[in-house]
Structures are given as structure tokens and as C-alpha cells.
């Protein structure tokens, strides 16, 4: 489960991040996560895990990073974290080798972006509808067994097609 949202950006991004702090704070920190923006040039990819873990209680696996900056991304996954790459006009040019997901526009985001961005880096489904009684969650490969088990009851299966038609 994401917990923490860290945005760990270069000078450029940081000061314009800044300016509009409170946007993304609301946006991103929606959902419950907290949401922290930290200046690459203070703080080491290191002492920001660090510090989280040791004042947070957060470990690597419930934070969601987002960088600015090539090398920080890659000292981020290189740790394990689930990172995303954040492109503007100071670094289209450079290369985000490793990154599954990049955004643009940091300002525009929901929280539930972050959060699905989270759920695919760390392998675990989207939630679809929750209430107090019921969650529908997308379907995963680990749900097949369950899946077949529930298909072989012929109440369950009176009104769909044969399945032996779709195999062949």
C-alpha cells in the first residue's frame, strides 16, 4: 500500500514545484498519502529513504518517488523503490533508462494516479469499487485457480457460452 509520495527534483523543478505546492499537495495527498517535495542538491537519493524510514516508519515498498533527474531515477530503482521519471522543458533531452511510467505534468494529477501508477510498479491490482462490505479489484494471474474453480459449478456457467467452443 502507497503511503508516501516523494518528489525529489532538481533545482529548476523544485522552485516551480514550489510555486505551486499547495496544488499538489491537495491533489496528491488526497487519498491519505503523505506527500513531501525535497531539493535533489540538499538531500541524496540515501538520506531521503533513510530519513523516511527512521522518522516515517516507511519502508522502500510503500513509497512512490518521482524525479526530475535521470541519475536519481536510477539510484531510486536501484534500491528498489517504485520510481517514476517526471520530463520538463530542462530535461527532454536527457535519457530515463529504466523507468516503466513518466509524466509531464505533475500538476494535473489525482491522487488516484498516483496511486495506480504505485499499484502497477508494485504488481498489486487496481481497486475498482470499495465499500464497507465489497471490494472489486481487477483481476490478477494469481486469481486463474480460483477462476476455474468457480467456472466448473453449472449454476455459475448456465448462461455463458460454451468455453470448449472459445478453446478450440
Not at 462490505?133 to 490478477?140: I, K, P, T, Y
Request: proline share 2%; charged share 25%.
Amino acid at each position: 500500500m502507497m503511503k508516501y509520495i516523494l518528489f525529489l527534483l532538481t533545482e529548476y523543478y523544485y522552485e516551480i514545484a514550489c510555486l505551486r505546492r499547495k496544488e499538489i499537495l491537495e491533489r496528491a495527498g488526497a487519498g491519505g498519502a503523505v506527500v513531501t517535495l525535497q531539493k535533489l542538491n540538499l538531500c541524496s537519493v540515501e538520506e531521503a529513504c533513510k530519513r523516511l524510514s527512521a522518522k516515517e516508519n516507511i519502508s522502500l515498498g510503500e513509497i512512490l518517488a518521482l524525479t526530475d533527474d535521470p541519475l536519481c531515477l536510477q539510484q531510486l530503482l536501484d534500491k528498489g523503490c517504485f520510481a517514476i521519471a517526471i520530463y520538463h522543458e530542462m530535461n527532454a533531452d536527457q535519457v530515463f533508462s529504466g523507468a516503466r511510467y513518466a509524466v509531464e505534468d505533475i500538476f494535473s494529477l489525482e491522487y488516484r494516479s498516483y496511486e495506480e501508477a504505485f499499484c502497477r510498479l508494485a504488481g498489486l491490482p487496481w481497486s475498482i469499487l470499495k465499500t464497507e462490505r465489497l471490494w472489486v479489484r481487477e483481476s490478477m494471474v494469481s486469481d486463474v485457480e480460483d477462476f476455474y474453480r468457480i467456472y466448473q459449478d453449472p449454476s455459475i456457467t448456465y448462461y455463458m457460452e460454451d468455453r470448449r467452443i472459445l478453446d478450440s
